[in-house]
């Protein structure tokens, strides 16, 4: 029987997922009459998780929904609940996760083995699965006996699965599967590497440039003014997409004007500019060079940015954050099944910021395209003042399913609305949160080395310089003295 094929699986989504999607292909059952191997094999060569396609084996002996949702989630290569110590997922919950992740990532297709052992409560969960995502549903059976299969398609029929279409034989079987998945790759993705820098020095914009060059070798240097550039050229060119008209200055005749500060719109887009300029920034030292090419951008715009003396010391965007590469995501997907823990231990690594204040964030709190988290801590500490800038945080490419997911979790769940906590008791009390952190196994430098005191962007200042007389002695400070 000629059945279509689906285009190849894209990679994860960076748009936000549907919540639902109809179910646009048939039933697929496999009658297996002969019980053969070579079927069984077939059907796990055939899956490939990157491109959308993975095979299910139900673990035997078990009725369970709740284990047949952990078994699809392996499937997915999510199999951190096969560690004893680590939090299990009751039923309603662990199917939302295989729902969220199947709209989040691409699955588009799947094969269930041993269908022929599936209770009608089972199917119905996969009915509902396949009712939500619009995956290809693909049912296994190996069947030696006529009761058999009456009994499956009795059960078939109680689920409401009734657009079924079948095959029956060893070589039917295997045509209808197909040829095996090639180029599939086997364990994590390799490490990243980047060029690491001396310690920077604690020079301020005027010298900073100078004295890396008087004091590191050439090539060190060179990655190092890399960076400086690099943050230079992003700062002009993001001053000017976004910096509004300058507003018109009286100046007296006894000196200049006083420097305008930014108000409270641009505080937050500035906040969000350094963290994107520095939250793939893969150690402190390259934030450093970053921060002081966009300082000398900024200055070369008549804008002064101000940040605070020692940036080493502080927390934040690429002082306490870890670059989100492949194998970083590889590994929290693999070892956290659950959305929400998952999207926890990625927002405490891109944020580099202390766990109350991510236990503020809303589900509202994230943009529409799901690039920005945006948390209003004054506004929930201080109610009734005059809102302040938010603490602006961007979301890494990478990051984005696992936000996505955690998002689509908290909407399915009951009884929640967009002003609900999108972390809510992720982390907790103490063993809570070290529990989700020994589940993750990776180094979180935000709880490792805590910090006091708002993140370095969010006490970053800017100010539109008005110089058209000589400056005052007094007046403003001298290009050399400006600080970090």
Do not use: K
Request: aromatic share 6%; hydrophobic share 40%.
């Amino acid at each position: 029987m000629t059945t279509p094929t689906l285009p190849p699986a894209t990679a994860p989504q960076a748009t936000p997922p549907q919540s639902a999607a109809p179910a646009a292909w048939p039933v697929r059952l496999f009658l297996d009459s002969d019980d053969d191997h070579a079927v069984h094999r077939a059907a796990y060569q055939w899956a490939d998780p990157a491109r959308g396609r993975i095979t299910a084996d139900p673990t035997p002996h078990t009725t369970s929904p709740a284990y047949l949702a952990l078994d699809v989630l392996r499937a997915m290569g999510r199999d951190g609940f096969s560690r004893p110590e680590a939090e299990r997922m009751s039923t309603d919950p662990a199917w939302r996760a295989v729902t969220c992740w199947t709209l989040t990532c691409g699955l588009d297709e799947v094969i269930v083995l041993r269908a022929h052992r599936l209770t009608v409560e089972r199917l119905h969960r996969l009915a509902a699965w396949r009712a939500d995502t619009g995956i290809r549903l693909t049912l296994l059976a190996h069947i030696p006996e006529p009761a058999d299969e009456q009994r499956l398609r009795e059960h078939l029929t109680a689920a409401h699965l009734v657009d079924v279409v079948t095959e029956r034989g060893t070589a039917a079987v295997l045509g209808a599967i197909g040829p095996a998945a090639a180029g599939r790759h086997y364990g994590p993705p390799p490490h990243d590497h980047a060029h690491p820098l001396p310690t920077a020095p604690r020079s301020g914009v005027a010298a900073f440039r100078a004295d890396c060059w008087r004091r590191q070798n050439a090539t060190d240097f060179a990655h190092t003014d890399g960076q400086y550039r690099a943050g230079y050229a992003a700062a002009r060119t993001w001053l000017a997409r976004t910096q509004p008209p300058r507003p018109e200055i009286t100046v007296p005749t006894d000196g200049p004007a006083a420097p305008t500060p930014w108000n409270l719109q641009e505080t937050e887009a500035l906040r969000l500019f350094l963290a994107r300029l520095t939250v793939s920034s893969p150690s402190p030292q390259h934030t450093v060079a970053r921060v002081r090419g966009a300082q000398a951008g900024f200055l070369s715009r008549s804008v002064l940015l101000n940040v605070p003396d020692d940036l080493t010391s502080c927390a934040g965007p690429g002082i306490t954050t870890v670059p989100l590469t492949a194998r970083v995501v590889h590994t929290i997907t693999v070892r956290l099944p659950n959305p929400l823990r998952a999207a926890a231990v990625a927002a405490l690594m891109f944020t580099g910021t202390a766990t109350s204040l991510l236990s503020m964030t809303q589900i509202a709190s994230l943009d529409e395209g799901g690039t920005t988290v945006a948390i209003d801590r004054d506004s929930r500490i201080h109610i009734g003042e005059p809102p302040g800038p938010r603490h602006m945080y961007a979301i890494p490419p990478r990051a984005r399913p696992l936000l996505h997911a955690a998002v689509e979790f908290r909407r399915r769940t009951p009884r929640t609305a967009d002003h609900h906590g999108l972390f809510a008791n992720c982390f907790g009390t103490t063993p809570r949160l070290e529990a989700l952190i020994a589940d993750a196994g990776l180094a979180i430098p935000a709880l490792a080395h805590p910090h006091v005191g708002d993140n370095w962007h969010t006490a970053a200042r800017c100010w539109h310089l008005h110089t058209p007389a000589p400056p005052a002695p007094d007046a403003m400070p001298r290009l050399g003295e400006l600080r970090p």
